[in-house]
């Protein structure tokens, strides 16, 4: 296992890092100037979120995020020939969207740290962080509301329907949870991962197929590609939750297990049937895991096959994902860009 | 001072009652069909803040709200000439709106009980009381966003606009309420108040103005009636959470004191140069008052003026609201259920 940065990045990865670069750089400005329309403490708040400003209102050179959903707008109106300029804005709802979940998962989740950095509601407090989400959360939508694209209205109500898809996918997070481990089983983690990560991912491309005038079947296998390749996403980013790598997303490996998360590769461990399945189990019942109790967990969650699983699991979403497309897009030479942005989410941890 | 019941109300009191309760038979149903397509947990809590179900999911018998903003939609509407019954779903999604702010403010101010119940937060937990919240939120657009009226899009980008309004006042409530009493002025008082309570009431205004066909003038007329009298009803909410009453509204007398809120009523008795005004700011110079210290405060709120003051401030505000509403309809006969609205809003407590 290897982390990937730019120089040791292969052809694909590299040609993916550049396209979202573009796609900030195309895009950024647009979040920017809608940001800038909330009113004063909320729109700093949202900046310092976004990783434009320090806490103090100064300017910030932090990382903001990859920017994946809106490249998968972007890219999903040129896949199916459409211009990618007119959903610029509709790229610019999703990432807005996205991140007002962010911001209000990480204080459903008290979390201390998103990308290196104390999350929003550690520096403003958890009033002022809820109420800058809630703007963030109707900004999204405002967004599409004054867009005066054919493709405006049915955008927004999809991409309503998914913020109550996304609440839905945490609160049973939550919920998950709250009871015993051997009570959850790979099913309803399934479900509940593909609500909170697959169904933002689909509505970014559902979205952009909107806006290259797709017909309803086309729209409808785009969005199964991005949940398929979402779920491939929170397999990956389940991984990382165990393994790392710190350097590259800013979450210390070993939090989820801190946390007692039931993530897919724990949850397929504890449903192993096997000794090291048992183990895990064990260590998940104390009230708290120290240092080297995360390493035996993590540990066990590896003997009982979870690791392996969550890979082989993460690639037949991506294969099934790549067959949703290829019903949008009958010549997936067409998809590059897609395909680039799904193979660079499902591989950057290796 | 008396308390009004259906019996006991004037006949104008008994109009708006009459009205309100007619609303609730009309936009009750479409607001729980919206409802009810949220999933599973988040449908029970918003259906428990609504007051339609208890907490273990059994049918409630308790009041839901007033439905005063739904009435505006639809007087708004009728008063313009309008049919009123396509606004329906535009009057379930402002009180959607409103449900979404009430619930997400009650843990921003942790609020313990709503309407005589304990409130959503209290009895399903931060968390999932939050994500209830943000879905009721999304699920408030979506309901205009699927509406073919073409009324519908304008009307969508003005709730979000009043959802960022209503979050930047709420936001800027809780501020002044951490910095000491005398450097709270008025003025900022009533600009945050304006944002907490006028926008929605404007905004309910301003849809039901742009269902009914309005111009942009008649409009913003609207936008500005319901403003006014947005902040009369303001004036009074802050009177109630003063001086009662709790059998009416389920806020239990000197709750805003004892939260050391700087309401109206409050902030213009410690501006009042008085010794009254004085003796209110070293009560809320402690940190916490009880239930001896709270009648204290709420003794020298009245002698310091802020009583009278508020009560003077919310008939003018209401003279105001007439003269907006004069320009949207000259002829003010039309406008009969605005009329007994407002006056039923600033009448209540009296």
């Keep these: ?27 950024g400005p647009r979040l920017r100037e809608a940001v ?25 050179a932090g990382p903001a995020g990859k920017a994946i959903r809106p490249a998968l707008v972007l890219a999903a109106a040129r896949a199916l020939g459409g211009d990618p300029d007119p959903a610029v804005g509709a790229a610019a709802a999703v990432e807005l969207a996205h991140n007002f979940t962010l911001l209000h998962d990480d204080i459903v989740d008290e979390d201390p740290t998103r990308r290196h950095r104390p999350t929003a509601w550690a520096v403003f407090g958890l009033a002022d962080a809820l109420l800058a989400g809630d703007a963030m959360s109707a900004l999204a939508l405002r967004l599409l509301a004054e867009d005066p694209h054919p493709a405006a209205a049915p955008a927004l109500a999809r991409l309503a329907d998914c913020v109550v898809e996304l609440c839905a996918g945490q609160q049973t997070d939550c919920a998950l949870e ?8 790979v099913a309803e983690v399934t479900v509940m991962a593909t609500a909170k990560t697959g169904a933002l991912l689909g509505c970014a491309c559902a979205l952009g197929a909107l806006y290259a005038g797709a017909d309803e079947e086309a729209v409808a296998a785009m969005d199964a590609f991005g949940r398929e390749a979402g779920l491939a996403f929170q397999l990956i980013d389940d991984l990382i939750g165990i393994w790392g ?44 895991l120290d240092a080297e109790a995360v390493v035996a967990a993590a540990d066990a969650v590896e003997r009982a096959g979870g690791r392996d699983w969550a890979q082989s699991q993460a690639a037949e979403r991506m ?23 799904a193979e660079f989410v499902t591989r950057r941890s290796r």
Excluded: C, N
Aim: glycine share 10%.
């Design 1 to 27: 296992m290897t982390t990937i940065s730019v120089d040791a990045a292969t052809t694909g990865e590299r040609s993916a890092l550049l396209l979202l670069d573009r796609v900030r750089g195309v895009v």
């Design 36 to 60: 800038d329309t909330l009113p004063g403490e909320l729109r700093r708040i949202a900046a310092y979120h976004f990783g434009w400003e320090e806490a103090d209102g100064g300017p910030a």
């Design 178 to 185: 709250r009871r015993p481990p051997h009570e959850v089983s």
């Design 245 to 288: 790598d710190p350097g590259r997303t800013g979450k210390p490996a070993g939090a989820d297990l801190m946390a007692h998360k039931k993530s897919l590769p724990v949850v397929a461990a504890l449903a192993s049937g096997t000794a090291a399945g048992e183990e895990l189990a064990a260590l998940y019942a104390r009230p708290a």
């Design 319 to 341: 294969a099934s994902a790549v067959e949703q497309l290829s019903r949008a897009v009958p010549d997936l030479s067409a998809a590059g860009d897609l395909l680039a942005l």
